[in-house]
């Protein structure tokens, strides 16, 4: 690369200052995002080969994982709350000539009707973001017709004692919580400080709610504070039934 045209990229990442994800923009030159995202990345197991499938990255943010799927032949849908300018994804997206495109909407406002189905689905680092994760997860499984990836924080090694306010194992409380499905709540910005987390839980309740949501859990692991599920949609008949009695109205039965 001549060395004109790496300063020109160098100055174009210059002009986000609070990059997320480490993005290879152009052959040896990466964002410096504060994620370890390449680690994440090889966690999470993606298909190598996504050639013909639609896929939909939720919470976004800087892009790397839509611009990995982009890579591995699928056609990428990124969709965050925020404008790809406001992170690093505008960006991104310019560098490396990546035609995904890019939906200003939140998770809760998915639906077939007008955003088709995805045959991968992410939804990484966004769940304890949520007041209503359920919801979300309903939202979801409306729209994925074939896999779903979610990472998130959970409290299996990452309870927060209130006392304290330390970090503690969850085996410590009690060992039966590590395979009784609970989450923490974070009220106000009890967890690092920030106002937008609100719900993290133990592994047994990620696999339970993401069941309840009707998916099939493939494979799943704990990594330090972090949880990652791997899953496949499913079509149970009564989970559906009682999702919907739950978002209705219930007359005489
Ligand atoms: C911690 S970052 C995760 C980024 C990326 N998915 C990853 O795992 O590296 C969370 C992202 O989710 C987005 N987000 C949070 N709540 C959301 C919501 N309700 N709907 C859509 N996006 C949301 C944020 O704007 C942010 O870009």
């Known amino acids: 690369m001549a060395s004109q045209e790496q300063e020109t990229i160098a100055q174009k990442i210059a002009q986000f200052p609070h990059w997320y994800h480490q993005i290879e923009v152009a052959p040896g030159v990466v964002t410096p995002g504060i994620n370890a995202t390449p680690l994440v990345l090889e966690l999470l197991d993606l298909p190598e080969d996504c050639t013909g499938m639609r896929a939909l ?50 998770v809760y406002d998915l639906n077939p009707e007008d955003y088709g189905t995805f045959d991968i689905v992410l939804f990484l680092g966004v769940l304890y973001h949520l007041r209503n994760p359920l919801l979300a997860l309903d939202k979801i499984w409306s729209v994925c017709s074939g896999q779903l990836w979610i990472e998130s924080q959970v409290i299996d090694n990452a309870f927060l004692d209130y006392q304290s306010q330390q970090l503690h194992p969850l085996s410590v409380v009690s060992p039966n919580l590590t395979t009784t499905p609970i989450m923490q709540f974070y009220p106000q910005n009890t967890l690092n400080n920030d ?22 859990v493939e494979r799943s692991l704990l ?12 079509n149970d008949k009564q989970i559906n039934h009682y999702r919907n009695i739950e978002n209705s109205i219930v007359g005489d039965h």
């Open 57 to 106: 990255d939720i919470g976004a943010r800087d892009g790397f994982f839509s611009f990995e799927l982009e890579k591995r032949g699928a056609n990428v849908l990124a969709l965050d709350y925020v404008e790809p300018t406001q992170t690093g994804f505008a960006i991104a997206k310019e560098l490396l000539q990546s035609q995904v495109e890019y939906k200003v909407a939140n």
């Open 195 to 216: 106002f937008t987390n609100w719900w993290a839980p133990n592994m047994a309740c990620l696999t339970a709610m993401l069941e309840d949501a009707n998916f099939v």
């Open 223 to 234: 990594h330090g504070s972090r949880g990652i599920a791997h899953c496949r949609v499913n």
